[in-house]
């Protein structure tokens, strides 16, 4: 009770005190309430909550990328709060993102990122009975821009095709991303075994392990044919590094940081801005609407629970929109 107290008098006083004097205060009230310290046991406590957290994700199907940001954005919480996670309060809570954009000067978008995964952490708590009430219940959303991202021109998707066409692997990738859509984890996941050229399609493993099908077109196939082609390994990864790796000798599995460099080096050799496989997503869910493919089964083709995030991936062309209009309106 009295660290709850303490954390109040904090609360209260952080807009009228600079840090300095606030950590001051903070050491004459725990003398005062004769409250102990922020000790190691504390901390081991605050951490055995967090790996509870973590591995109730792994359980629901947390992909291991999401889990590692979960586990580094609360270990950081953990590290700056210094006091018993469970006894933090709402302002509490402010005061952190507050101070948190003021010192790594983020964008709002980042943010409610790491307040939704406070959010989550805190609503677990309350529902494990480790706290009676999670401190995040009067922590609205954070209001962000909506900046609308471009999909790349024809013209761009030409020009990097051209550029990656040194590489029969990189050529393949390219136009994979753009002709499926497919994240690039699950790009990187695939099999050989797992791909067929002849219907054009294969089974991925989305966000929370759902199963889905992809397609591909004609231009895919015949590029994943010339670079299996050149495949003298017996790697059952659809896609390896081109250069030997493991200590054996062998090439590996292209990994998600390995794809994200070379398209990002070529979005830099052709001089085209913001170049990275999350836009060749967007890109192909554009020009599908475009041409006239119901939204609902784009949402089916990108693996998304939600239809309203579908609409945010694909902006519809404003000549189309034009169009529309005076066929429908006019």
Request: positive net charge.
């Amino acid at each position: 009770m009295n660290i709850e107290i303490i954390n109040k008098i904090k609360s209260r006083m952080a807009g009228e005190l600079l840090p300095e004097q606030l950590n001051k205060l903070e050491e004459v009230l725990n003398d005062v309430f004769d409250c102990k310290k922020f000790d190691d046991y504390s901390s081991k406590n605050n951490k055995n909550l967090i790996n509870q957290y973590i591995s109730a994700k792994k359980i629901e199907g947390c992909s291991k990328r999401t889990e590692e940001y979960y586990l580094s954005t609360l270990n950081f919480f953990e590290k700056t709060i210094k006091c018993d996670i469970r006894t933090i309060d709402t302002n509490n809570i402010r005061e952190y993102l507050f101070n948190y954009q003021k010192i790594n000067n983020c964008s709002n978008v980042t943010l409610d990122t790491v307040r939704r995964i406070l959010s989550s952490f805190y609503k677990w708590l309350e529902e494990e009975d480790f706290i009676l009430k999670s401190p995040m219940k009067r922590i609205h959303r954070i209001k962000t821009p909506v900046v609308i991202k471009q999909a790349l021109s024809e013209e761009q998707i030409e020009v990097i095709r051209k550029k990656a066409a040194t590489s029969n692997r990189n050529l393949a990738i390219i136009d994979f991303l753009l002709s499926s859509g497919i994240r690039v984890s699950e790009l990187v996941r695939l099999n050989r075994s797992s791909v067929s050229l002849n219907s054009r399609s294969c089974i991925v493993f989305g966000k929370g392990a759902k199963q889905r099908e992809i397609y591909f077109d004609v231009r895919t196939k015949i590029e994943l044919e010339n670079y299996l082609k050149t495949r003298k390994d017996k790697n059952r990864a659809l896609f390896v590094t081109e250069r030997k790796k493991t200590k054996h000798g062998a090439f590996s599995r292209l990994s998600v940081n390995s794809v994200e460099k070379m398209i990002r080096e070529i979005g830099v050799k052709t001089e085209i801005e913001n170049v990275h496989p999350h836009r060749f997503r967007r890109t192909m869910a554009t020009r599908a609407i475009d041409k006239g493919m119901p939204i609902e089964q784009v949402q089916v083709l990108l693996g998304h629970t939600k239809i309203d995030t579908t609409l945010r991936y694909a902006n519809v062309q404003q000549a189309n929109v034009r169009y529309s209009h005076q066929k429908y309106i006019c």
